[in-house]
Each structure stands twice: as C-alpha cells, then as structure tokens.
C-alpha cells in the first residue's frame, strides 16, 4: 500500500504540474484546464507547455517537457491523440510520476494498440496513468483542479470517482450548488492503468477523505476479483458508496456502446457489492445523501433509533421509512418515557415517533435531545420539523447544531429531516454547514441513517471474520 | 354529482366568508386567517366576526354571524371548542351553506359527542363540514387562502388534499418555494362530514385542477368501498396519486396515536388503490414530481419512448430506470435511426438512447427533438442534459420550450432530465414554468412518465370494461 501511495501522491499532492497542450484560446480545453489551475489557487508549481507560446495566463510556457527547468510529479496532457505517444516518451524521460491524459481516440473508439503503447511507455519509465478520455483530476486539500469541469468545488471529505465524463463534470457543478464538500473528483476514462479500485485504496488511507463515492459502469475484463479483494480491505477502513450503472439488460448494451466496457451480468456486480461491502446506491441524489451522512456523523454504535418531531404525519412517514430501509426503532422504557413526557406539552406522545406536536418550541427540541444523547437506550438520533408559525427552522437549527456539539463524545449519529418553503431551506443549508446531515424529507434522512447502519453492520462481520481466522 | 358540486362550491368558490374567531392579536390563529385571506386577495366579501372588536384589519367586525346584513356562503370557525355548537346553530339559521371548523379538541382527543352533535347540527340545517381539527382551505383561482399557513400559494392545477395538518402547511411554503402551482389545499382532519373521496369528486369536475394528490392516513371505518367505487369514477376524468402514510406496521400504531384513524392492513389500501385506479407514491417528492408531469403534458397515447441525450451516463441511468419503472423504449427503425444520425456527430449514437454527445449544441438538440415529435414511431420524449461548456443550458430549455410549443397538437408528452449546478437549475425552473416537467435527474423524469403511463393503461382498461358494459 504504502509504494501505491507514495506513487498517487503525484496525482493528488504534485509539487508541480505541467500541462502540455496549454492554449491561448479561451473555450479550448488546453485553456480550461490550465485556467481552473491557476483559479482554484494550486499550491505547487504551474507549467504551461505550448511550442507556440512564451507566456500563457501569466505563467511562462515552455517548447516542451523536457524544456521545463524543475522536477514535474504530474503532465496534464490535451494535445491530439497521434501526438501523445511522443510526449508521454518525453514525460518519461523528464521523470514525471503520473500522465493524466485527457485525450479522446483510444481505446474508446477502438483504438487499443496506441492505448497499449501508451500503457507501455509508462511501464518502461514507472509512470502511472490516469485515462486517457478523460475531463481530469481535482483534490481539493491541494487547490488542485485539474479538470476542464466548472472552476469551483466546495471543500469536504466525499471523494468523487466517475466512469461517465459529462455525468462528472455535471455533478461537479451540482455538488457545488448542493453544498457538498469533496475532497477529490478523479474521471476514470479508460482505465489503460490507473482503475478505480486502485484509486479507492489511495482513498482508503488518504486523512482528507472520509468517504468514497463511485459512479460505474463495468469493470475491465478479469478485475473483478481483484475489486472484491482491494474493495474488502478499503471499506473496513471507510465507506464506500457506489452507482453501477446498466443493471437493466438495455441500460447494459447503452453502457456498451457508451465506454466499451462489459457491462456484465448485474447479479455479478450485485454480489461482488456484497462480499466487498460497498453500498449501492440506485440514484445520484442518493449517493450524495448518504454519504452527507458518513462524512459529518460518526458510524453508528448499536442500532436502536429514536426519532423526534413536532409533526405527527412527518413522524408516520420516518416511520414506514424506517420499516422498509431497516432501521429498528427503539421502544422506550417507561423510565424513558417519562423523562421524554416532561420535554412536552400534555398532549404529545412519548412513544417512538416523539411527538412534541406542532406547538414545540425551541426548548422542547432541546430538552428531548438532550434526554435521547443521555439515554443508555438511544444510539442514534433523527430529528425532523414540519414549518410551524411558533418554531423559527434557523433558531432550531442553530439550537441542534449546539446540542450535538454539546454531546459530540457520545458518538451518536444525528441526522435531521425538515419540511417546508425558504426559510427552512437555509435551515438545511445551515445544520450542513455545521456537519448535521439534514434533508428536506424525512425519508432521505432515514435513507441515510438505514445505510450508515449497513456499513456498521458489514464493518462488524468482517471484523469478526478477521479475528476468527488470527 | 351536480347538487354536491354546487354545495361544494360555496367551499371553493364562496361569495362571501365570515370568519368566526377573527383577532386583532398577531399570532393568533383568528388573526392569520383573516390576514391570509386579505393578503391573498380573496374576490369576495369577507365579514370578520368577533363580539370585542368593530374593525380588524380594515374591515368591519360583527358581533355574531347573525349580523352580517349580506348572505354568507362560508364560515370559518376559530373559537374554542366549547363555543363551536353554538356557533354551528347561529350558522344554520343565518344559512350559511358550509362550515370550515378550524376548532381542535373534537373526535381526535375522545371528544366523539361534540362531534357527532356538530354534524346533526349542519344536518339539520343543510350544511356541509370540513373539519374539525385541519387548518383550513386554499382554493387558488378565487384567490382564497383560507388557511393558517403561509401567506403564498402558486397558481396552478394541481389540488392537495392533506390528512395531516403540519406537513400540509409545511408543504404549502415547499411547493411555493419549488414553484409547484397549486389548484387547490384541503386540510381534511377529523372528516366528521366531508372526506377525501368526497373532495376528490368535486376536483374531478374543477375546470381549474387537472390532477389530484392526496396525503392520507387512513378512511374512517366503513367508507372503504364507498372511497373505491368514488375513486374510479375521478380516475376516469382525472389522476389521482396518493400518499399512504402509516404502511408499515408500526406507522399504522403511529397514525392510530397521530389522528385516531383506522391505518388498516397496508395491502387492503394498496387493493383499494389499484382497483379504483388511484396511483401510489411513497414520498411527497415523488408525488409532486408525478404531479407536475400531469399537470403540464397531455397523458400518454401511446408506450414507445425515446430518450435524447448529451451524456452516455445519464443515458445509461435513464434506461436502468425505464426497465425498473415500466417505460418501454423503443427500437428505432432504420430510417429513423438515419434521420437521428442526421442530427449528430459522426460518433454520436442514433439507438436509444440517443446519444448526440458532449459536443451537440442547441441546433442538434432541436433537430432530434423534431424527429421525434414527427415520427410515428414515437409517443413520448424524455430529454436529457449534462452540463457542458459549449451548451448553455437556458438557451437549451428555451429551444425545447419552443420545439414542444411547435408540436403541442401532437399530444406527445415531453419530459426533462438536467444535471449540473446553478445555471442548469434556472433551466429547469425555466422549463417547469413553460410547462415542460423537469427534474433534476434522469431518474425522477423517467418515473414520472413511468406514472403517466400507468395511469393511460388503467384508464384504457377502465373504458374498455364501461364498453362492454354497454
């Protein structure tokens, strides 16, 4: 592991990059690339490479890589396919550690032999590859956006891994509106070297990520056991949340025609998921929600759930929620009750939904979650809020963010589900910001929940596996 | 149906509203009624009654409903609730022809005798009930807003019932924010008179509503068949998609401690459903993504489906969901592949889905999309975007707007699918206020044509046992 990581340092931590086929030319992607360097603030060196050029974006621009007077850990290159193996020569001869090579026209469109060369010339030099076809690389905790993608990406512990190019730069954009935080977002093209378990097992021992989220569609042909085996060692370390894409038999011929990967029985993929611990998700939206929930909560401790609401038809649908995603709700013993009862007003019930009711103020909130972090019974917390004229959502949102501060050491998972117009909108963004998960339904924070339940519980069983055979 | 509509009408429709309990105290439920129903700009009369005040809010105020010198075709009654009864009877004798009874404290919390006396009360004097217990009634196209929640309602054609009072005011300022229009809110509580399918019948015949949605908790007991044989007939004129709350087992103990009502075995629900046609979501996203849908495009005439696309990603996602959903995609003909091969590049992909690929622009998009409203191979369109730098995605939503316009005789419904950040979110608002439903994911505008098509086969099938009936 160690040697892989030294090695991935160069993709995520270069000291200096070069970017060979830097352009003048705002809209070429020689531009963007170099452009999104320079704006995201890289804390390394910069090296625009362009025959034609002396200065590009204010950075001096070099006739070539061997030009540039200075060790390069990483080569972006987005110069013509017929024109990569030479460079890449060059790259190896200049001693740089990793090739990312946006460039289309290999593989892709069936042009496999350049692709091994290309492949080959690494070997020869101990390079690494990452692509070719792809929009590139960012990582965040070094400034580096090193994709044509959007120029802004919100800080964070998500790491991002995409097979789709336009589905990635999409959701780069996306991610930013959302709020979420990454700490990388790696396009994996063509896979000719670098793939995506290796990549996850960077990851795996990388202190910026806490989670790692995949979108897939195949594996390369005779990977897959070596995926089961690398994805078993990453996920006892982190969650790994996964989108396999093609499952439908139609979706799986798309797929082919689309990166030219097999696509493969989903059975197969189904299962490997399985024995590996990789949580598969089955929409964008939901890969992203759960994995809100890793990247703020602690992994839960045991499985009893309490949920608190100031509304009875918000607390019936977490309810069913909890039932159809398997997230076991405590019964609270009367001890318990009781102290719920006087957190109150008469007619709220102290029963598992906690219904505050409707008129539930501030303090009611605060006393029940003060009750629940307390409780020897509670292991994990879902609070939800219907819009009510006597509860302000940002005070109550101000007022959870304190509590769960309060009782960070207890390691009780707190998620937060909320429902209503503007204003409890911002009360989502704001219990975000401060590292409580918060949707804008209560399902999607039982969704969460249900899921970081799965991965304590795969995490458990492998642990024990580990100890039966020592 | 004519002599309950014209009833109902002096609920949705009324020329004047006493409102019984109104306040001059901000924060009062008295006062926020009365405030909402002037600020919303309410076309009739409105008559505050309250025996301390001569004036709240610049209008006059009457000691009881008996001296409003004008006809009063609705009362809304805030009082407490030992001072209901008396009130009813003063409503009866003035004629007012529909009480909207805010007051809580009735059936929900065992007081069943004051209810049963208040609906003999409106019996006698021919009145009809909505209520006890709700927070009251929004009716868009008279500009009433007769309810405690918020001030703003969109304008629309989609009527929401809600058995739950929080979530249905926490879903009037969501849907205002998400810029859902509405027909319609009815908060439905005790049901001591009017129910849910008794409101449905009179949407089913509203010029303004062109779909219903319904969050339920449970029928009163006995009213089951009566809710099926009802339902059909609505579902014959209109959708109606419907949230049962209370699924699982212990949602049902839930709703049981939540409203008193009867929750029932989930599958009696889910057989009530299907045989009267009433399609089933399981999250308010969910329902209103389907709503929207029904409430901008014409139902589906036919199954085959296309999907265009930029992105071989989502394409792939949007196939995966069409399988899991019930969406047929269609197999192109040759020569339709050939026009479509027309309208991309040279690596584009002319099956479906359609690929016209990272680099189609607006003019490609356009040209595919009017292949597919002109050919007869095709009954529905799914179109799809990823955010790329070379199309802007407002210039991309007003094409299609503009396409869609262009072949509105042709009864093609057409859906959206858009992701990326900011900007691609001003394009699908864009789109949803030109009545193109779009969402922010392959997946959601697949599942909502995946629900029009369900409904299209049930109504067939409906008509074809009314024919050969006949």
């Not at 892989?4 to 963007?32: C, M, Q």
């Not at 998500?158 to 097979?163: D, E, G, K, V, Y």
């Not at 409780?375 to 304190?402: F, G, H, M, Q």
């Not at 401060?434 to 339940?453: D, F, G, H, Q, W």
């Amino acid at each position: 592991m160690s040697i892989l990581h030294e090695k991935l340092d160069a993709l995520f931590k270069p000291r200096s990059v070069a970017v060979i086929g830097a352009s003048r030319k705002p809209g070429k992607i020689g531009y963007t690339i170099l452009k999104n360097i320079i704006d995201y603030g890289f804390k390394g060196k910069i090296y625009p490479v362009n025959p034609a050029a002396t200065e590009i974006l204010g950075h001096k621009a070099y006739p070539s890589v061997l030009d540039i007077p200075d060790e390069v850990d990483m080569a972006v290159i987005a110069i013509p396919a017929d024109k990569v193996l030479d460079v890449a020569e060059q790259c190896g001869k200049k001693g740089v550690k990793v090739l990312v090579v946006i460039t289309s026209g290999f593989g892709e469109v069936g042009n496999k032999e350049a692709e091994e060369k290309l492949v080959e010339i690494a070997r020869k030099y101990g390079m690494r590859i990452l692509g070719p076809n792809i929009f590139g690389i960012a990582y965040t905790p070094s400034r580096l956006n090193a994709t044509f993608g959007p120029p802004e990406l919100r800080e964070g512990s998500i790491a991002f891994i995409s097979q789709s190019g336009a589905l990635g730069i999409a959701l780069m954009g996306w991610t930013y509106m959302e709020e979420i935080g990454l700490s990388a977002v790696v396009s994996m093209g063509n896979m000719a070297d670098l793939d995506v378990a290796e990549v996850s097992e960077y990851f795996a021992e990388d202190e910026n990520t806490r989670v790692i989220t995949i979108y897939l569609e195949g594996l390369k042909p005779g990977t897959g056991k070596r995926f089961i085996e690398i994805m078993r060692k990453v996920s006892l370390k982190k969650p790994v949340i996964v989108i396999k894409a093609g499952r439908s038999k139609r979706g799986a011929m798309a797929v082919a025609s689309h990166t030219g990967s097999l696509a493969g029985a989903d059975q197969v993929y189904d299962a490997a998921f399985k024995q590996s611990g990789v949580l598969r998700a089955y929409t964008v939206e939901e890969m992203f929600d759960w994995a809100r929930a890793f990247a703020y909560q602690p992994v839960p401790k045991g499985e009893r759930t309490i949920i608190i609401t100031n509304g009875g038809g918000v607390g019936v649908l977490a309810t069913d929620a909890a039932e159809e995603y398997g997230v076991p709700l405590l019964v609270p013993s009367e001890e318990l009750k009781s102290k719920l009862r006087e957190t109150m007003p008469w007619f709220g019930s102290p029963r598992n939904p906690v219904d505050l009711t409707g008129q539930a103020g501030v303090e009611n909130y605060v006393k029940a979650l003060e009750v629940a972090y307390n409780s020897d019974e509670v292991d994990n917390i879902i609070v939800l809020y219907c819009r009510t004229a006597i509860l302000d959502p940002l005070e109550l949102a101000k007022a959870i963010v304190e509590v769960a501060n309060k009782h960070a050491d207890k390691g009780k998972p707190l998620l937060a589900g909320l429902v209503g117009g503007r204003d409890v909108y911002e009360a989502i963004r704001y219990l975000n910001r401060n590292k409580i998960p918060a949707y804008p339904s209560p399902e999607r924070a039982v969704s969460s929940l249900a899921t970081m339940l799965r991965y304590k519980r795969f995490r458990e069983k492998l642990l024990k596996e580990h100890e039966s055979k020592a």
